[in-house]
């Protein structure tokens, strides 16, 4: 142990000549019995707090709990026992006023660790194309299902049971043919998800913008095993509730783009939805692999739009992304706040009105990266100190 103590206290292995400050540290170097005992503890006060927190409301609920704290406990083993390298770096440009932060791990060659970072790393976005680089908000997130497919397949399977459980005491429905028709149609929802999660990758991506007579549009889109299904389930659950105020204000087949059929929806409008995103209706598009959802000013445009954009065969976009240029999202989505808008104002449209965060695929690896334009503190509204003090 004192061996291994004093290479970590090396100021040699703890320097890295690519940040302004940095922290590299060797996880393979840490002695075993350290690492033992370490996961040891946290699994133990993982189990503790599972324990005393609220009991879950039903089956799904139990079982989503106990897979995400095996997970977690799986990730951190696996993190431990067959890491490499973990560095933390910080970055900051004086000239472009920009600063970065950077947590990367990589994983021991041919380890578990280092096969599922290289399979993050293959992973193509589906939505990288989604919206646009000037975009106020865009976030894009594809990560593979080969490591967790049978734990997400369990959680699906004990919301199946919860469903049809609360189906049975609905009282709006009004026989037992109808409580049987709604678990068929939940349970081919359910059949889809599942679907999904065994083609071996999940993708999603969002984005809002500015739509047209300065209204704020939301265009968003995930990726299905059978989308074609998903938009005949659409048809059936119509249907079975047209009856159903809400649903008759779905209108079908309303246009169509390519192989995709997009459906317009109107829903209630106040005050807020109208002063965001104003009077038209937004629109729903099913295609054989995917679904997607629009809303806000000229969304029927920008969602063909989208429908008919053509993923990139590579994209430097990394498998997640978030990117958001706050001082543009501000003045896009503040009404009222007129100090607030005059120093959105200040940063907008500039290199530093930029707060992404990624991860990126690095060899055996991954790397969170949080980069941020230093300008931005000026949206932030500090007290006055002398008003502070009184």
Same mark, same amino acid.
């Given at each position: 142990i004192p061996t291994a103590l004093t290479k970590l206290s090396d100021p040699s292995k703890i320097s890295n000549a690519k940040y302004d400050i940095a922290l590299d540290v060797s996880i393979a170097s840490i002695p075993e019995q350290l690492k033992s005992i370490f996961l040891s503890t946290l699994e133990t006060s993982g189990r503790q707090a599972l324990e005393s927190g609220p009991e879950p409301e039903n089956e799904a609920g139990k079982v989503a709990r106990d897979v995400t704290i095996n997970a977690a406990i799986a990730a951190m083993n696996a993190i431990v026992i067959d890491g490499d390298r973990l560095t933390l770096g910080v970055d900051v440009d004086a000239k472009s006023r920009l600063a970065a932060l950077d947590l990367g791990i990589t994983g021991k060659a041919n380890t578990d660790l280092a096969k599922a970072m290289t399979a993050y790393g293959k992973t193509q976005p589906m939505f990288a194309s989604i919206g646009s680089d000037s975009a106020p908000l865009r976030m894009v997130v594809s990560y593979p299902t080969t490591g967790i497919a049978d734990q997400l397949s369990e959680v699906i399977e004990a919301s199946r049971a919860t469903i049809n459980e609360q189906i049975e005491a609905d009282e709006r429905l009004d026989d037992d043919k109808d409580r049987e028709a709604a678990k068929g149609l939940a349970g081919r929802l359910l059949d889809i998800t599942k679907a999904t999660v065994k083609t071996g990758s999940m993708h999603s991506g969002i984005v809002l913008e500015?739509?047209?007579?300065?209204?704020?549009?939301? $265009?968003?889109?995930? #990726?299905?095993? /059978?989308?074609?299904? +998903?938009? #005949? %389930?659409?048809?059936?659950? $119509?249907?079975?509730?047209?009856? *159903?105020? =809400? %649903?008759?204000?779905? #209108?079908? =087949?309303? +246009?169509?783009?390519?192989? +995709?059929?997009?459906?317009?929806?109107?829903?209630? @409008?106040?005050? =807020?939805?109208?002063?965001?995103?104003? /009077?038209?209706?937004?629109? %729903?598009?099913?295609?054989? /692999? !995917?679904?997607?959802?629009? $809303?806000?000013? /000229? *969304?029927?445009?920008?969602?063909?739009?989208?429908?008919? +954009?053509?993923?990139?065969?590579?994209?430097?976009? !990394?498998? $997640? !992304?978030? @990117?958001?240029?706050?001082?543009?999202?501000?003045?896009l989505m503040e009404k009222d706040d007129q100090d607030l808008l005059e120093r959105a104002k200040e940063v907008a449209g500039k290199p530093g009105d930029k707060l992404n965060v990624d991860i990126a695929p690095v060899s055996n690896g991954a790397k969170l990266r949080v980069e941020f334009g230093i300008d931005l503190l000026q949206l932030a509204e500090f007290e006055d100190e002398e008003e502070s003090d009184k």
């Open positions: 500015e739509g047209g007579k300065g209204k704020v549009r939301v $265009i968003g889109g995930a #990726k299905v095993a /059978d989308g074609n299904e +998903a938009g #005949k %389930l659409l048809d059936d659950v $119509i249907k079975l509730s047209k009856e *159903n105020p =809400d %649903l008759a204000k779905v #209108k079908v =087949d309303v +246009a169509k783009q390519g192989t +995709a059929r997009i459906h317009a929806v109107t829903a209630d @409008q106040n005050e =807020d939805t109208l002063k965001y995103f104003g /009077d038209e209706p937004g629109h %729903l598009a099913f295609r054989s /692999d !995917s679904l997607w959802g629009a $809303i806000g000013g /000229d *969304n029927l445009v920008a969602l063909k739009k989208a429908l008919d +954009a053509k993923p990139a065969a590579r994209t430097a976009l !990394s498998p $997640i !992304s978030f @990117q958001v240029k706050p001082g543009a999202l501000f003045l």
